[in-house]
């Protein structure tokens, strides 16, 4: 067996008005990401690691931001859609470890959902998905509530 690990980052602002939708869940909040799909940030991370691990280029090469395919688009489906290409090519997630790194809300109570809805998406066990969370202690961007980051690994295995 041979094994692959992949690294993902992801970034999105915050603005009023806005849906936030991290980890495949909506969480009711003031703010919500700016971006040209749902904007969940987590899944994207999650998404590049996957890529990143057979070296299969990043979310924005397959899923470009100028395509009206991918406009306002369910994550879900875009992280389904990279699970589908590592299957294709005989290999499948041991784990994910996924760090969110956001001010407000807290979204402790929303982990165990989000761990669901991405264990459900990929065909794993909930016990291969790890979500955790962090403020930014105030600092930064992130700590001003300006934005939303997370950062995720992945073994892969074949
Ligand atoms: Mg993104």
């Given amino acids: 067996m ?6 993902g980052y992801d970034i999105h602002r915050l603005e009023e008005g806005l849906q936030l939708v991290l980890g495949g869940v909506h969480i009711p909040h003031t703010k919500g990401c700016v971006a040209h799909s749902d904007g969940d940030a987590l899944i994207h991370a999650l998404c590049d690691a996957m890529l990143g691990a057979l ?11 100028n395509s009206d395919e991918f406009k306002g688009i369910d994550s879900k489906i875009l992280l389904a859609r990279v699970n ?10 041991v784990n994910a470890d996924v760090m969110l790194l956001l001010q407000k809300p807290k979204i402790a109570s929303y982990v165990p959902q989000m761990r669901a809805a991405l264990a ?3 065909g794993v066990e909930i016990d291969r ?10 600092l930064g961007p992130i700590g001003h509530e300006e934005g939303v980051a997370a950062y995720a690994t992945v073994l892969l295995a074949d």
Wanted: no cysteine; charged share 20%.
């Fill in 2 to 7: 041979e094994y692959r690990t992949g690294l």
């Fill in 55 to 65: 070296a299969l280029g990043d979310i924005g090469q397959h899923f470009p931001d």
């Fill in 84 to 93: 589908g290409m590592i299957k294709a090519k005989g290999w499948h997630l």
């Fill in 120 to 122: 459900e998406v990929l």
């Fill in 129 to 138: 998905v790890s979500v955790k969370a962090t403020t930014n202690e105030g």
